[in-house]
């Protein structure tokens, strides 16, 4: 059973104390496939037809890069740009009638297919995918997941609305109804208890703030990271809390 194998992840990151759980598992996921990226996959040619033809995104590049296996990266990047290239002199030569740089032309089409496609990205979907299924199905069957999800800290705008997505498909009637209002007021309390924490962090830099304590106002802006934009900080600090 699926549910089983990605109960215990699900699980440990509701555990965590941080702003968004889904995040967490959605960094553990992405780090995973950076690392397989750059480990096994660059030599194998199942996996290299794949980096061929899909490329990376912005985002996965740019941890490609910082993963400091420059040579492999190379690599990829020179059977990637000679596919690229090949592909789009063929088509260049060819154009449609209504000219190379129209908007629908094949190399146009060609260019923005090629930049909504990312190998990284589509690795990461199918598990982050499962994830999801496993916190709407243990919500659904486990007593003591669904009041560890009663008690975390709320999610991230992002898969707030995931979630509730989600849940529709998965979640009828009084279930549905009930997951909807615990999710919404889990994520509207968490984000104003951030706000709050944004404000005092403003406070602090008012003179007439100047002896009072900064409460939980130092974390603030890197945990509003999490809430606005999914961004959490790379690495865990040690005991179960990622904020310091
Ligand atoms: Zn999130
Ligand atoms: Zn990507």
Redesign the pocket.
């Known amino acids: 059973m699926a549910e089983k194998i990605y109960a215990i992840p699900v699980n440990d990151a509701f555990e965590k104390d941080c702003?968004?759980?889904?995040?967490?598992m959605?960094r553990d996921i992405e780090a995973d496939a950076i690392s397989f990226t750059l480990g096994p996959s660059y030599m194998d040619d199942r996996f290299r037809l794949q980096t061929d033809k899909l490329g990376f995104c912005k985002n996965h590049m740019q941890m490609l890069y910082d993963k400091e296996n420059r040579l492999g990266l190379a690599l990829m990047m020179k059977t990637h740009m000679e596919k690229t290239n090949r592909e789009i002199e063929a088509l260049a030569k060819n154009p449609l009638k209504g000219g190379l740089f129209k908007k629908g032309s094949p190399v146009v089409d060609y260019v923005k297919n090629l930049q909504s496609t990312c190998f990284v990205c589509d690795r990461v979907k199918d598990l982050y995918d499962r994830y999801i299924y496993t916190i709407l199905y243990l919500y659904k069957t486990d007593d003591k997941f669904r009041e560890k999800y009663k008690k975390c800290k709320g999610?991230?705008?992002?898969?707030?609305g995931?979630l509730l997505q989600d849940a529709s498909g998965e979640m009828s009637g009084k279930m549905l109804d009930e997951f909807v209002k615990v999710t919404t007021d889990i994520y509207l309390e968490n984000m104003r208890r951030v706000e709050d924490d944004v404000q005092w962090f403003i406070n602090k830099f008012d003179y007439n703030y100047h002896d009072a304590p900064w409460k939980e106002a130092k974390t603030a802006v890197v945990r509003a990271m999490?809430?606005l934009n999914?961004i959490?900080p790379p690495e865990e600090k040690k005991s179960n809390k990622i904020y310091d």
Do not use: A, M
């Open positions: 702003e968004c759980p889904v995040c967490l959605y999610f991230c705008t992002g898969h707030f995931r999490t809430k999914s959490v």
